[in-house]
């Protein structure tokens, strides 16, 4: 295993933590010399009553959290070479976890292209992609306890392989078949979830994961059996964080407070608007103190960095109870989704470089490389091994029939079912027995679930 080394010390490299000490952000495209944070008055007129705010005659603006308007440093362990920088230090990790981190990270976007591929031979009806941005979710869920609360946007399919989940599991949501363990068919297609796993079910609405996981966190601090032990993770894009809702979960997170981890995927784009266009100030990573929670910026790319920084964020996060967000800078290489064309608003060149230059899994696996724990030809066996996988899996799930269509109306709510459930049912069961057995249009349609209907039709 390798432990932690210093090499060479400069201290521009080390890991930073950004702990709140002043407002505001980082204004953009605006001379240095417009960005000032707060001054301390050069006299003492002591502190406003019942606060640590210094009292000042001067009036002064302000509208960075970094000295002399600087940007938050973003903490990088390797470079794209997969060289530890000068002065950094390599995150404690044995071989077989460093493998397994690895592995996870080269399945991830063959299981993508094959889905997305599936999508657009009109197999299945939706699909996103972590194209890009391996990095930032296999390293998260690699740092996170297995019991550790998930709530993700939509990009982080990764983390439920990485907790054993399986392809098998993933395509058989995508195809809604009566294997369907995540949503038995009711959800479109990447929107996963596993109570055993631990990961709550993906909603479509943006942002509406964020204030839910404030209060798992705060579920989890009032729980004797999961206090200091747990946390809760939200997982969500920049875009994201425009929303009320993020500043609504920020807010609980952090003043109730509740045991809550914020990871931001800064991936460049909030569907077609570019991260320059959502925010003036520095990034997301610039809020945290405002909220008076740690904050830390980090290179999504580096697998190293992400699980070293998230690791640490864990800790803090489980020990005071509070919340703590990370930013991670990434690229996102993919479209959107099934449903957009990213190259109508941004050059195929400008994508291209990305994954020539700044490969999360080139990056990771030359580092390993260097120390004798991967190969060529294991890495061409991994590929092999995992299309063959992923073949068999959705071969499988063409021939499976959907979920009995009494299922339809179950796992809606708990408790006593509502009167518009029940009503539905009831009227849905009168049509299948009126028309399931001899109107052929009905008769097919009902071959494709599971039972065919004949609970309703006999």
């Known amino acids: 295993m390798f432990r932690p080394t210093r090499l060479s010390s400069i201290r521009a490299r080390e890991l930073v ?245 914020f990871l931001a995927r800064n991936n460049g784009f909030a569907i077609s608007t570019p991260s320059s266009e959502q925010y003036y100030g520095d990034g997301i990573a610039a809020r945290g103190a405002g909220y008076g929670v740690h904050t830390i910026r980090v290179d999504g790319n580096d697998v190293l960095a992400v699980y070293a920084a998230v690791k640490e964020a864990r800790r803090r996060c489980i020990e005071e109870g509070r919340a703590v967000l990370v930013e991670t800078m990434t690229y996102r290489v993919g479209h959107h989704s099934t449903s957009d064309d990213s190259f109508a608003y941004r050059p195929r060149k400008e994508v291209e470089d990305r994954k020539r230059l700044d490969n999360p899994i080139v990056r990771f696996r030359l580092f390993l490389e260097a120390r004798g724990w991967w190969s060529k030809e294991e890495d061409e066996a991994l590929a092999k091994k995992t299309r063959q996988e992923v073949h068999e899996a959705y071969k499988n799930a063409e021939k499976r029939q959907r979920p009995p269509v009494s299922e339809m109306f179950t796992d809606v709510y708990g408790g006593e079912e509502p009167w518009n459930i029940k009503g539905q049912r009831e009227e849905l069961q009168r049509l299948v027995k009126k028309y399931g057995k001899s109107w052929e249009p009905w008769k097919a349609e009902l071959q494709k679930f599971k039972g065919e209907g004949k609970e309703w039709t006999e």
């Open 17 to 261: 933590v950004v702990v709140p000490h002043a407002s505001g952000g980082r204004r953009r495209g605006v001379a240095s010399s417009a960005h000032v944070t707060p001054q301390l008055p050069e006299q003492s007129h002591g502190n406003l009553p019942a606060s640590q705010s210094p009292i000042t005659p001067k009036m002064h603006f302000f509208n960075s959290v970094m000295e002399a308007g600087k940007q938050i440093p973003t903490y990088r362990v390797i470079d794209g070479a997969g060289r530890p920088l000068e002065g950094a230090e390599v995150p404690e990790m044995d071989k077989e976890v460093a493998r397994k981190i690895y592995q996870h990270m080269a399945q991830l976007p063959i299981v993508d292209e094959t889905i997305y591929n599936l999508q657009r031979q009109g197999r299945i009806a939706f699909y996103l992609t972590s194209f890009g941005e391996e990095a930032t979710v296999i390293g998260s869920a690699a740092a996170l306890a297995p019991d550790d609360e998930v709530l993700a946007q939509y990009r982080e399919g990764g983390v439920l392989l990485y907790r054993g989940f399986g392809v098998d599991g993933l395509i058989n949501q995508c195809y809604g078949t009566h294997l369907d363990t995540c949503t038995k068919a009711k959800q479109m297609p990447a929107h996963y979830g596993s109570k055993d796993l631990h990961y709550h079910t993906i909603s479509s609405p943006l942002a509406t994961q964020i204030p839910q996981a404030a209060g798992v966190g705060y579920a989890l601090k009032r729980d004797p059996a999961r206090r200091g032990k747990n946390c809760a993770v939200v997982y969500f894009g920049e875009g994201a964080a425009s929303e009320g809702d993020f500043h609504a979960g920020m807010l609980l997170a952090s003043t109730i407070p509740s045991p809550t981890l």
